[in-house]
Every structure is written in structure tokens, then in C-alpha cells.
């Protein structure tokens, strides 16, 4: 009891250094984006509207099926004149995710209410064995 009263200090950074290397994990949990099966779901059902947002030659290597590019980059200015009814679902995709959870904030900021990032991106669509395009 005298060490934690002694180090306070480093018991609180401990305690804080570790509450930041959980965050993302705990974040994740709950909720951090559709699986691919939702995804699927989504596009069956509602007709969602898939956006890759990678760059061309990623694009071309293998997408979603029937996803239209818009590289990350560019999302802002050419996303409105490519989905113009902002009340249909959006499924945002990129390699791993990463790029696709940014894209997610431009989309809502446009006003896409209904726009989704697809966790783990590309990887878990096809680590889900679902089908790719290749242009």
C-alpha cells in the first residue's frame, strides 16, 4: 500500500496507458461497422448502394461485386452526384477497413444517414468466401 501511495503518479499513468491501448478494442466491440453478411443482407434487401474507396489499381485488383469507385481522395466532391437518394443504404469498403471508417465520417457529414462502413473491409468479405469483380 506505501508503493501505490509513494508512485500515485505512475499509478495513474498506468491506469490511463492502458485505458488508451484498450479503447480501440472496446470500441470495435460494439459495433464497429457491418459483417460482410449484414453487408449482404443490405444489398439484397434494401438495394444498399456500395462505394469502394480505394484507389484504381486496388479497385481493379478485386472488388464487391457491383461496387462503384470512388477513391478516398475524392469521396467528398463525387459522392453526391453518384448517390443521389442520401435515404438508401450506403456500404462503405476499402482493404482492411481503415480507409472505409473515414470515408464513413465524410458520408454522414454529407448528409448519408444511412451510410456503414463494412468491418475488416475487403479481408472479411473474403474471408466470408463471397464473390469478387475484377476489372
Given at each position: 500500500m506505501k508503493f501505490i501511495l509513494d508512485n500515485w503518479m505512475l499509478m495513474v499513468l498506468a491506469l490511463v496507458s492502458g485505458s488508451l491501448l484498450l479503447w480501440p478494442a472496446l470500441k470495435g466491440a460494439g459495433g464497429g461497422g457491418?459483417?460482410?453478411e449484414q453487408a449482404v443482407q443490405l444489398i439484397n434487401?434494401?438495394?444498399a448502394v456500395v462505394i469502394d474507396v480505394c484507389?484504381?489499381?486496388?479497385?481493379?485488383?478485386?472488388h464487391v461485386?457491383?461496387?462503384k469507385n470512388i477513391p478516398l481522395s475524392q469521396l467528398e466532391a463525387?459522392?453526391?452526384?453518384l448517390a443521389k437518394n442520401k435515404?438508401?443504404?450506403l456500404i462503405l469498403v476499402c482493404q482492411s477497413g481503415a480507409r472505409s471508417g473515414r470515408a464513413l465520417g465524410i458520408a454522414k457529414k454529407l448528409g448519408y444517414e444511412?451510410?456503414?462502413?463494412?468491418?475488416?473491409?475487403?479481408g472479411a468479405w473474403?474471408?466470408?468466401?463471397l464473390p469478387l469483380e475484377k476489372a
Open positions: 457491418l459483417s460482410a434487401r434494401e438495394k484507389e484504381e489499381g486496388e479497385f481493379a485488383a478485386g461485386t457491383g461496387a463525387k459522392l453526391p452526384s435515404s438508401v443504404p444511412q451510410a456503414q462502413s463494412l468491418a475488416g473491409g475487403l473474403k474471408s466470408a468466401n
